[in-house]
């Protein structure tokens, strides 16, 4: 599903930001990236979404080694993996329905498909009352769940979250963790870069640590520190 072999990657400018990093992840697995900042997260996050090729090494996501893309294929290659942000980056002169939906029709759904699965996951996110608010109309919470049912709603095998609850207060976090893990146990692949150390701690998922560009820890029951 998501295998990082060997992966080393250096910036233009030299900056070398991942070095010899190996793992997998399988399908259906919650997997929390956690590490300082500067760690290496986001370019591991960079490199799933093909946003960049590594310097070294070989990634395989849903089977598809992200070096041998074209840029024809990238489009196609990222409809199968969701994403959302710390700062929710929705549309906003979209209302909420209009966000979801749009996401759809930039893939080239039918009315049809739209008209189903749109209201589906508004409703998976708990926000079927709100379908017709704008991003300015809804809270930050809200908006993240937009955000959410956005990135599933074409299906992906695999969700990214990068700091999802960066911005919520810790009642709207748990909320939002119980809709990935919803989400996850529907049988999406999640992978959320987080410093929530709380959140980590209680759902003992797997912890990927890194630590300087490489991965210092990898536990299948992890907390966000090590403890021996
Ligand atoms: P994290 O997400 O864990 O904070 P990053 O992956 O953003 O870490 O950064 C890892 C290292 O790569 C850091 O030293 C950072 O300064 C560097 N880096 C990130 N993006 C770039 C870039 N576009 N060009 C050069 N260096 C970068
Ligand atoms: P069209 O096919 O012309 O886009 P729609 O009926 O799909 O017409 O949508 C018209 C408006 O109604 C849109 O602004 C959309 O946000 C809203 N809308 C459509 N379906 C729903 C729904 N199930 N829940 C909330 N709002 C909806």
């Known amino acids: 599903m998501i295998l990082f072999n060997n992966v080393s990657m250096v910036y233009e400018n030299g900056t070398k930001a991942l070095e ?43 089977e598809t080694n992200t070096s041998f893309l074209t840029h024809k294929q990238i489009p196609y290659f990222r409809r199968k993996i969701g994403v959302v942000f710390q700062d929710f980056r929705l549309l ?23 008209r189903k699965n749109v209201p589906n996951v508004l409703s998976q996110v708990g926000l079927t009352a709100k379908a017709k608010m704008f991003p300015s109309q809804l809270s930050g919470g809200e908006q993240q769940r937009v955000a959410l049912a956005r990135a599933i709603v074409n299906s992906p095998a695999v969700l990214i979250a990068d700091e999802p609850t960066g911005n919520l207060d810790p009642e709207t976090t748990m909320e939002i963790m119980q809709i990935l893990d919803d989400i996850n146990k529907r049988g999406t692949t999640v992978v959320m870069a987080t410093h929530a150390e709380k959140i980590v701690n209680m759902m003992q998922k797997r912890v990927i640590e890194v630590d300087h560009g490489a991965i210092s820890r990898d536990e299948k029951k992890g907390g966000y520190n090590y403890v021996n």
Not at 28 to 46: C, D
Not at 97 to 108: C, P, Q, S, T
Request: net charge neutral; hydrophobic share 45%.
């Open 92 to 114: 906003q002169n979209k209302n909420a329905y209009d966000n979801v939906a749009y996401a759809m029709e930039i893939v080239g759904a039918s009315r049809r498909e739209i």
């Open 20 to 62: 010899n990093i190996n793992f997998y992840i399988d399908k259906g697995e919650f997997v929390f990236l956690v590490g300082s900042s500067a760690a290496g997260k986001s370019t591991i996050i960079k490199l799933i979404m093909r946003e960049l090729v590594p310097s070294e090494g070989t990634i395989i996501i849903n």
